[in-house]
């Protein structure tokens, strides 16, 4: 059992930066892939980023890419969501997501989707007032 535990939500005004924490538990010394995603209220949720076990392997959706910046601890199952010039549209809750170490590695046209990911953090709030 993965146990995955979010942090570094909070208000930030629009183009402020805001860094996300996730980590991670497993009973072993197995290496994560990870991504992030968020549900705006009334809306599907969404893919953000994502990292392979690695670190070598980043993905990012359109709306964040340049904005945003995902990174790991090398040596632990921690990741972190650097958001800078933060948008009123990225208001939302934001989920921390641990693929099964036994699935499929991450690709392009894999990370999006939301049955990948085994494993989901209860979810901090991002907002960025108009």
């Known amino acids: 059992q993965v146990h995955v535990v979010e942090s570094g939500g909070g208000l930030m005004q629009a183009g402020g930066s805001l860094r996300l924490s996730c980590a991670a538990s497993?009973?072993?010394?197995?290496?994560?892939?990870m991504g992030w995603f968020r549900q705006a209220p009334g809306k599907e949720r969404e893919f953000v980023a994502a990292?392979?076990?690695?670190?070598?392997?980043?993905f990012y959706a359109d709306s964040v890419k340049g904005r945003f910046t995902i990174s790991r601890e090398n040596a632990e199952n921690t990741e972190y969501l650097q958001m800078d010039s933060l948008k009123p549209e990225d208001t939302a809750v934001y989920y921390c997501?641990?693929?099964?170490?036994?699935?499929?590695?991450?690709?392009?046209?894999?990370?999006?989707?939301?049955?990948?990911?085994?494993?989901w953090g209860q979810g901090t709030q991002v907002t960025v007032p108009s």
């Open positions: 990292i392979s076990w690695s670190g070598s392997d980043k």
């Open positions: 997501a641990v693929p099964s170490p036994y699935g499929p590695a991450l690709t392009p046209n894999n990370v999006g989707s939301l049955n990948l990911y085994d494993y």
């Open positions: 497993v009973p072993s010394t197995t290496r994560l892939s």
